[in-house]
């Protein structure tokens, strides 16, 4: 395998249900993923508690060097973090990208499982971009906006209730979405959690970017038994070719476990470094 060049992409994993052995950082169910690519420096999502910011300050990353934030959704796993960021950190220079109904109140049950901020207030700390569609952060890297619902296995289901426009409903998690490093050779998907379906995503990232090769994928994909949907998502992602799968986060060691039988399965930890050239994922 040939290094990856510096013009590439460089992902770190900030934090994630695990960590390896040996390597002593700090885990939570949560997702923040550290990215440099095209001169920028993005932060994806921000994971729970603090815990992204002290795993970051171990590895020896700069968050207040970060340029761009992208949200995957509002779920307080993904963004609760944001708080303790901008206790510490300057964020008014720092661009966030995220879905128009990432910040709407969330609940389930009588919890909030929502995002620390609304959208007025995200308005006031950075400079807040709500993007509905797909759009271009960088030459290379594309929000997706919100994913159509295209494959027929991936039926959405509700997980509590949101507000939108004053009037509580089921959501859906429309707001659910993923980042793609567009390279030469093919695409490398990142995700949150995945609830729009990750074949659903893979192939609107295909769409979107105009590329049928995919590098490989890493984040929730939101798959917990062995059941007749996971067999057909792991159908789906080995006819699409899938080079290099990550699955993490909201992915159950059952789930794991079946896809490990057919696909290119690589573990997950805090810590994590993976490098794209356009041609090579280490």
């Known amino acids: 395998m ?20 040996d390597r002593y950082y700090l885990g939570e169910p949560a997702v923040s993923y550290y990215i440099e690519c095209d001169g920028i420096r993005l932060l994806f ?49 720092m661009e966030v990208i995220a879905h128009p109904s990432c910040f709407d109140e969330k609940m389930f049950g009588e919890e909030s499982i929502g995002a620390p901020y609304s959208a007025a207030d995200m308005a006031g700390i950075c400079r807040y971009r709500p993007c509905g569609g797909p759009c271009n952060i960088s ?28 009037k509580w409903q089921d ?8 980042l ?62 899938v080079e290099q799968l990550y699955p993490c986060h909201c992915v159950s060691l059952r789930a794991k476990a079946g896809m490990m039988e057919a696909l290119p399965v690589k573990e997950v930890g805090v810590g994590m470094e993976l490098c794209l050239d356009g041609q090579t994922v280490l």
């Not at 040939?2 to 052995?21: E, H, P, Q, S």
């Not at 020896?60 to 340029?67: F, K």
């Not at 959501?171 to 993923?178: E, H, L």
Request: aromatic content about 8%; some cysteine; proline content about 1%.
């Open 45 to 93: 999502d921000a994971g729970y508690s603090d815990v992204f910011l002290k795993n970051a300050e171990a590895l020896g990353i700069d968050l207040g060097l970060v340029t761009h934030m992208v949200f995957s959704h509002g779920h307080n796993d993904h963004t609760r973090g944001l708080k303790f960021m901008k206790e510490r950190l300057e964020l008014s220079g």
């Open 180 to 241: 793609v490093y567009r390279g030469e050779e093919g695409i490398f998907i990142i995700t949150g959690c995945s609830h729009s379906g990750i074949c659903n995503i893979v192939r609107y990232a295909q769409a979107v970017c105009g590329r049928k090769r995919i590098l490989g994928i890493i984040g929730g994909f939101h798959l917990f038994e062995a059941d007749e949907r996971l067999a057909r998502t792991i159908d789906y992602l080995k006819c699409s070719g």
């Open 139 to 166: 030459e290379r890297l594309v929000f997706l906006g919100e994913i159509p619902d295209a494959v027929d296995f991936e039926t959405r289901k509700a997980i509590g209730r949101t507000r939108i426009r004053g």
């Open 2 to 21: 040939k290094k990856a060049g510096t013009d590439g992409m460089k992902l770190r994993v900030l934090v994630d249900n695990n960590t390896y052995i």
């Open 171 to 178: 959501d859906y998690v429309r707001d659910d979405s993923a």
